[in-house]
């Protein structure tokens, strides 16, 4: 049972440069979410979807889409990297029966430098 | 708007001392409450929930939680902490009822040996 798992763990990009930052579940659970963490500001909601088909915008969602296929992906992309994106980045994952969300487990995370 | 706050941004103890970690609420409704725990150089880790029912909870490591709902608090504590507890700690709330999960802003925790 591989949990969540991203890829890459690393990156470097050059400014303007686009990517997608992978992110895959294998515990069925419907909720997945992206959230960016930087020093003194916690962790950010970037996207977030509910389930297959669904998504919706977090809170820094600005420079970021994100789609849902299949339960088991939720790929980010960064359509034009810019050096403000430089940051650690979590794919996370939750059951979410009956309306709660039953606690986040998270992918080991991709450290991203834009230069 | 909602917010979590955690007021101990860094707390440094000695091995054996109790830790107490601050966490407050802002949301007037229902809440599920959160611990998350990061050691240095890994990801988050679920430490404890609440849900309902009786509002000291217990989690992994010895650590604990108590919700209390006339403060908007969910402390968290230990009684004796360990060099292995030094990790940055993690509030988050979720709104029942709602996909809404909101962390505080976390608590960076030194354990001296």
């Known amino acids: 049972n591989a949990g969540v798992t991203q890829t890459p763990k690393f990156q470097v990009l050059k400014t303007g440069q686009s990517m997608t930052l992978q992110c895959a579940q294998d515990m069925n659970h419907e909720y997945m979410s992206w959230y960016r963490q930087d020093p003194g500001m916690g962790l950010r909601l970037i996207h977030y979807?509910?389930?297959?088909?669904?998504?919706d915008q977090g809170e820094v969602p600005n420079g970021y889409n994100v789609s849902r296929s299949t339960t088991e992906d939720f790929p980010l992309r960064l359509l034009s990297a810019a050096p403000s994106q430089t940051s650690v980045y979590f794919c996370?994952?939750?059951?979410?029966?009956?309306?709660?969300?039953?606690?986040?487990?998270f992918g080991s995370g991709t450290r991203l430098t834009v230069v | 708007a909602q917010s979590v706050s955690q007021h101990n941004h860094h707390v440094i103890l000695s091995e054996a001392a109790s830790l107490e970690l601050g966490c407050n609420y802002s949301y007037g409704g229902t809440v599920n409450l959160f611990w998350y725990v990061q050691y240095p150089g890994q990801h988050l880790q679920l430490l404890l929930k609440?849900?309902?029912?009786?509002?000291l909870v217990k989690g992994i490591k010895g650590f604990e939680a108590e919700f209390i709902k006339s403060k908007f608090s969910f402390n968290l504590r230990k009684p004796s902490v360990q060099w292995s507890d030094t990790a940055e700690y993690f509030c988050?709330?979720?709104?029942?009822?709602?996909?809404?999960?909101?962390f505080g802003t976390g608590t960076r925790l030194k354990v001296l040996a």
């Open positions: 996370a994952s939750s059951y979410g029966g009956d309306g709660r969300n039953y606690g986040y487990t």
């Open positions: 988050a709330v979720n709104l029942s009822g709602t996909y809404k999960y909101i």
């Open positions: 979807s509910v389930g297959a088909g669904i998504t």
């Open positions: 609440y849900f309902s029912g009786d509002p």
